[in-house]
């Protein structure tokens, strides 16, 4: 079946733009998650999902990131104002539940210039 | 905090060495324990977990186990490939919510 997919695969930004990355989790699984890959800072959590809701924020690194899901699928990351070091891979993966064995998305790309 | 700390890479082998990729971890309570692997140019798979102490891992020839007295989790496998070359990462759940957190990483590369 389909794993997880995001969009754009590569986003090439200026500094002080908003951007948006999307994520396609795998068809009826209610948990998502998305982690940052950086070369300084290795892969960090950002935020879980379980359905709509968001129970765990505690990675975003500011209040210019920002995420939301609807309908329990799709979810929408928001970086607001982007400054150089939020150049990154972005990955979103999902679960079947919170506990369950994760399946993570190839990433976007994001490079802040 | 929960933490995980790798041996740093990168770690070049021959084909058909043996592999050890060491992996502890400080957590509260009971974690369960995870290696990805990144292949190049690939997204993170799952390669193997274990969720209780002693409980052992397996999958593709690597092998890791849960040592709750030694706070480790060192992936191992016999005899390496080339396809092995990639990136691993050891990562834990713990109890409250269900995000990773991983380890720093370590780059593999074997020779033919």
């Known amino acids: 079946g389909a794993g997880v997919s995001q969009s754009p695969s590569n986003k090439v930004t200026e500094k002080g733009k908003d951007v948006e990355l999307r994520c396609d989790p795998i068809s009826g699984h209610t948990a998502l998650y998305w982690y940052r890959q950086s070369l300084g800072q290795g892969l960090e959590f950002l935020i879980y999902f379980q359905g709509n809701s968001a129970p765990d924020k505690s990675g975003l690194p500011s209040d210019r990131f920002s995420a939301e899901r609807t309908g329990g699928s799709v979810s929408t990351l928001t970086i607001q104002r982007t400054q150089q070091e939020d150049s990154a891979v972005y990955l979103c993966?999902?679960?079947?539940?919170?506990?369950?064995?994760?399946?993570f998305g190839p990433g976007t790309r994001l490079t802040v210039l | 905090g929960n933490s995980v700390t790798q041996m740093e890479g990168p770690v070049t082998l021959s084909e058909e060495a043996f592999l050890t990729i060491n992996c502890t971890y400080t957590a509260t309570g009971y974690p369960s324990l995870f290696w990805y692997v990144q292949y190049p140019g690939e997204g993170l798979q799952l390669l193997l977990k274990?969720?209780?102490?002693?409980d052992k891992g397996s999958n593709k020839g690597f092998e890791a186990t849960y040592r709750k007295e030694t706070t480790s989790f060192h992936l191992e496998k016999g005899s390496v490939q080339v396809s092995d070359s990639a990136v691993y990462f050891c990562a834990l759940r713990g109890n409250q919510g269900g995000k990773l957190i991983f380890g720093q990483g370590t780059e593999l590369s074997v020779k033919p």
């Open positions: 274990a969720t209780k102490a002693d």
């Open positions: 993966a999902s679960s079947s539940q919170g506990f369950d064995t994760q399946y």
